[in-house]
């Protein structure tokens, strides 16, 4: 059966998660990521159409005391087996992608009015971009920061730094996340800025197609969708607490 755009883009994803270092548990096409426990990325993605790596995918987190989370992409398969065994779905995002070159996709319009974007380094990038996100993504922003393969920007307005944003190629599939805007320059234009930098950088890095992952109805979903960007589909993480893990404890997904 040829590979779907989602089945591509899902590829892509299990790359883009492997970066943020840490033990990697493989189990065919599944990666079981495991970083430092305080952080929101301890999930198992790869999964296709096939949830036959579950009970692997367990033992793994529930060797190291961590709640067993896992991310699938809606191919239209069952999610019986998910619940079945106890899990419950944390996070839905919505899945947008766009196909490049460029002449094959909508402008997203001329630049926002004394908006630039430029790139950033890791310490001004992990700084604005908690600025955005809150003070308690702090850990995993600086992480972001360090990855490999991994081009950090920064929206300005008039040389004040107004939000941030990152990006990365895997083969042909660019996946664009982390973009945050500072509260007090919201509906200035940070986000249309750097979704429109990113997409020239992903075209001249040879990407085919962009992603980004948005929550419905968000001020995101809206300028993604301005963009060009159109929906592919759904990425759902679901979670399953083992029985050493004390009730109350959790981790924040972001």
Do not use: K
């Amino acid at each position: 059966m040829p590979e779907t755009v989602l089945e591509r883009i899902e590829r892509a994803d299990v790359q883009h998660q492997g970066l943020y270092g840490g033990e990697i548990g493989v189990f065919g096409t599944v990666a079981a990521v495991c970083t430092d426990p305080s952080l929101p990325i301890n999930s198992a993605l790869g999964f296709g159409r096939d949830l036959s790596n579950l009970s692997a995918v367990e033992a793994f987190y529930e060797v190291r005391h961590l709640p067993s989370r896992v991310i699938v992409y809606a191919h239209g398969q069952a999610l019986d087996p998910l619940h079945e065994r106890g899990y419950r779905l944390t996070l839905q995002l919505n899945v947008y992608l766009c196909l490049l070159p460029r002449a094959s996709r909508p402008s997203p319009g001329p630049p926002p009015s004394g908006v630039q974007v430029r790139p950033a380094q890791p310490l001004e990038f992990a700084e604005v971009s908690t600025l955005g996100f809150g003070a308690s993504s702090r850990a995993i922003l600086e992480r972001t920061s360090q990855r490999p393969n991994t081009a950090l920007y920064l929206a300005e307005q008039n040389g004040q730094p107004i939000g941030a944003g990152a990006l990365s190629v895997f083969g042909d599939v660019a996946l664009f996340f982390s973009t945050a805007t500072v509260p007090v320059f919201r509906s200035v234009g940070a986000q249309t800025a750097l979704l429109a930098r990113r997409l020239d950088d992903a075209q001249a890095a040879h990407a085919t197609l962009a992603t980004v992952m948005t929550t419905a109805g968000s001020p995101s979903e809206r300028n993604v969708r301005r963009a060009g960007f159109e929906l592919a589909g759904s990425r759902l993480s679901f979670e399953r607490r083992p029985s050493s893990l004390p009730a109350g404890s959790s981790e924040r997904e972001q």
